[in-house]
């Protein structure tokens, strides 16, 4: 097995726990988080994957996850600020149908 | 005679974006309006560039696929591009009469990302210059959908954003596995390498459930109704009108360019059938709701139904067959735009009129605001699919190419679902001619308003007579030439 498989594999594991998270948390920032482990999975698997067999290292996925990262970046912000705009205006961390009979 | 580069059409609304956070409010609005008509003339442009000499491509800055960015222009994006310029410029002219002037301070810059997305995605022939377009096409999106500022506004976005998230997560894992697989990400040249194994049926896989999802296809729409009916007017026209249509731009792009009719049919007729549910679910969701902006947006998830029936109708051995189900598929997607996005409109100016939300508050709307009944009428028209309308083209195109290949369910589901939007659309006809009792006080929206909500309307009903004119500008060898 060579060096580049463990990443792709690592990367699986991620997302795998970023799937679970993501059904299993309702806490608002804790889906996001979730979200974050599954991205960075993917940009694992992107790297990792497509390096294997090919000799010499493929500088293409690098850039690819370079912008993808940058676009993570920018949709938790985005996400952050939603997030916490909820929070203030209904002092709840979930939303209405993940809080159950109040 | 010189030609406006296709560069254009991406860095216009990219300059608007962020130029404009830059401006005072009244300039923002100005420079907008600048910038909107730039946009139209490069679309003009292109148009006569595309009747001169066909299908073209254009490396940004010289750079070359790999590492640089590649645009192509070819029938199906110019149609898109012409499409989206047409809607979004007709939404912002209202945009800029109905909001309030700190909600359109706002709103401008998001409009700008939003159209800057779109037109990416048109042009792109790469999966991942695709990826960072839908990208910031849902995180423009969410941002126009948290506009309002209320608190269930707010919950409809961020249900939208994780939504969108996923989606875009589903896609680019995909991507990833494709890359690994073949080694290139430009579309032309995976279609000439492409062939189902598991590994890229996997990757196909994740890529078709992530845009299904940012498409709102059933049953993974809940996010939608909420998001579209919530948000403000002009916001929820250019969301139902073509920020769902870029995911689903995608899909067919896959579709068509893999040849993916030929690799796998029960993979289409998969397609066929989750549209079929989306058609009779969406429609009858529609028919039970009590808010106006509810039913239409239940409408757009029915409408996204019959977008899907193209897939089980391209066929391998009929290309007669398969390139009336793209056409029509096209038309469906253009006609449903324009109606929807006037519908929308209407419908926001009949709720500011009686100034509350649901159906029972528009009786006497007829008698009071007729031009604007009519306006939504008109849309009603397209969308329920009569003639002589685009949606009714479109609808009949469809129809002849599953008659053609004796594809009855699909004709079935079809006309079920045209009976059911037109008992939804008259539903709301019928509370609007009811009368009130005591007198009625209604507030008088901006003629603007109602002329934009007029013109689009008009221009769905026009499409039905210029289909032809349209379709032209599709190359039969998309479909056809294998």
């Known amino acids: ?102 | 005679m010189a030609h406006f580069p296709i560069a254009g059409l991406i860095v216009f609304p990219l300059l608007g974006a962020l130029v404009s956070l830059a401006l005072s409010k009244r300039w923002r609005t100005v420079m907008s309006f600048i910038l909107i008509t730039a946009l139209l003339l490069n679309n003009v442009s292109l148009l006569f560039q595309f009747y001169g000499q066909g299908t073209f491509n254009e490396a940004m800055g010289n750079w070359s696929a790999p590492l640089g960015i590649e645009l192509r222009v070819d029938g199906l994006a110019l149609i898109f591009s012409l499409m989206s310029a047409l809607v979004a410029s007709v939404c912002a002219l209202y945009a800029c009469v109905y909001l309030s002037a700190t909600q359109l301070k706002l709103f401008w810059p998001f409009f700008w990302f939003l159209w800057a997305a779109l037109n990416s995605i048109w042009l792109s022939s790469d999966l991942f210059n695709l990826y960072v377009g839908l990208e910031l096409l849902s995180l423009a999106a969410v941002g126009l959908v948290a506009l309002s500022r209320d608190a269930t506004s707010l919950a409809a976005a961020l249900r939208y954003l994780f939504a969108a998230l996923l989606g875009s997560i589903g896609y680019l894992l995909g991507v990833a596995l494709l890359y690994a697989t073949y080694g290139t990400l430009s579309l032309p040249e995976l279609s000439q390498h492409f062939s189902l194994t598991l590994s890229s049926a996997v990757a196909l896989g994740f890529m078709c459930i992530g845009l299904l999802m940012k498409t709102a296809v059933f049953p993974m729409h809940s996010w939608l109704p909420p998001a579209h009916g919530g948000a403000l007017t002009p916001v929820s026209a250019l969301l139902s009108a073509l920020v769902i249509k870029a995911s689903f731009y995608i899909v067919l792009r896959l579709w068509t360019e893999l040849s993916l009719e030929i690799a796998s049919a029960s993979a289409g007729m998969l397609m066929g059938i989750l549209g079929s549910a989306a058609i009779l679910w969406g429609g009858w969701m529609a028919l039970n709701q009590t808010h106006l902006k509810l039913v239409i947006a239940y409408s757009t998830l029915a409408q996204v139904g019959y977008f899907m029936l193209i897939f089980p109708l391209l066929s391998p051995v009929d290309a007669h067959a398969s390139h009336l189900a793209f056409q029509g598929g096209v038309l469906m997607l253009l006609a449903h735009a324009l109606a929807k996005a006037g519908m929308f409109l209407a419908a926001g100016n009949l709720l500011f009129c009686s100034g509350q939300k649901d159906l029972k508050s528009l009786a006497g709307l007829s008698r009071y605001r007729p031009l604007n009944i009519f306006a939504f009428g008109l849309a009603g028209v397209s969308i329920m699919g009569l003639p002589p309308s685009g949606g009714f083209n479109g609808k009949w195109l469809l129809i002849q190419s599953a008659m053609l290949q004796s594809q009855w369910v699909w004709v079935a589901v079809i006309i079920m679902g045209s009976l059911l939007s037109a008992a939804y659309i008259f539903r709301v006809f019928s509370y609007t001619y009811r009368e009130v009792e005591g007198g009625d006080s209604f507030k008088q929206p901006a003629a603007v308003l109602e002329w934009t909500a007029l013109s689009l309307s008009v221009l769905s009903i026009l499409l039905g007579l210029a289909s032809m004119l349209v379709l032209d500008l599709l190359p039969i060898s998309a479909v056809v030439a294998q």
């Open chain 1, 1 to 102: 097995m060579s060096s580049y498989l463990i990443f792709a594999y690592g990367g699986v594991g991620l997302c795998g726990i970023g799937v679970f998270g993501f059904i299993l948390h309702s806490h608002l920032l804790r889906r996001l988080i979730a979200f974050n482990l599954l991205g960075s999975g993917t940009f694992l698997i992107l790297v990792g994957l497509s390096q294997s067999g090919r000799g010499q290292p493929d500088y293409i996925p690098q850039a690819l996850v370079l912008t993808g990262i940058v676009v993570a970046v920018a949709a938790t912000a985005l996400a952050l600020v939603l997030i916490r705009r909820w929070a203030a205006l209904t002092k709840h961390a979930t939303l209405p149908e993940d809080q159950g009979p109040s």
